[in-house]
């Protein structure tokens, strides 16, 4: 699941953004720290950014050319202002689409699935984490130099975690992912497993990756 961060200091406006991402199948997130935008956006790590050109401490222009000086993640700019003059200036520091309000939420959708695809479908085939790249399909972690090969129940897993990343994740959902996706492991084989994960992290040099919470499951930190 992609997440897309939303740097919108309208509340309305981000909340109805955040709810027609999620019913679109993508994870959203709001960003509310302004005032350390660049590097809460690069903590995010988000898999697109929805960048207002109007917001708190510096505009959106200033922030994506901040960004850009750290972080390659692609940025669609969502403004109010009609202006070519905004639009040539934002693609200029390295934007990769935009868009004015108000927006038709379909167009909207259509341009960001046309980021992802142009980007190498990112959306389907790698994420990243603290480092690293995921490539589900092939069930291979890369971290810098190191390469490590998951099994099918071990990157299972690793990618409901990740897709629930903020949030507690209890061993009979994980049990149940399993189960949905043909697999079976029952509750000593899900402890063999998550310590396996965690030893092939350690492995890279990651340490504490997948944090256990007594009594209430995994998360990861």
Known sequence: MNRILIVE??????????ELLENSGYEAVVLTDFKNA???IIAAEPDLVLLDINIPYMNGEMLLQQLRSKSDVPVIMVTSRDSEADEVLSMSYGADDYITKPYNPTIL??????????????????????????????????????????????????????SHREHIVSRDELMTELWNNEEYLNDNALTVNISRLRGRFKDIGLEDVIETRKGQGYILV
Do not use: Q, W
Not at 9 to 18: P, V
Not at 134 to 156: A, F, Q, R, S, W
């Open 9 to 18: 200091d309208d509340k309305d406006i981000s909340r109805e953004l955040k």
């Open 38 to 40: 660049c590097d809460s």
């Open 109 to 162: 959708l259509l341009r960001i699935n046309a980021v992802f695809k142009r980007l190498g479908a990112k959306s389907d085939n790698t994420t990243t984490y603290r480092g690293m790249e995921i490539l589900p399909h092939k069930g291979v972690i890369k971290y810098k130099d190191e390469e490590i090969t998951l099994t099918k129940n071990e990157m299972t897993i690793f990618m409901y975690l990740l």
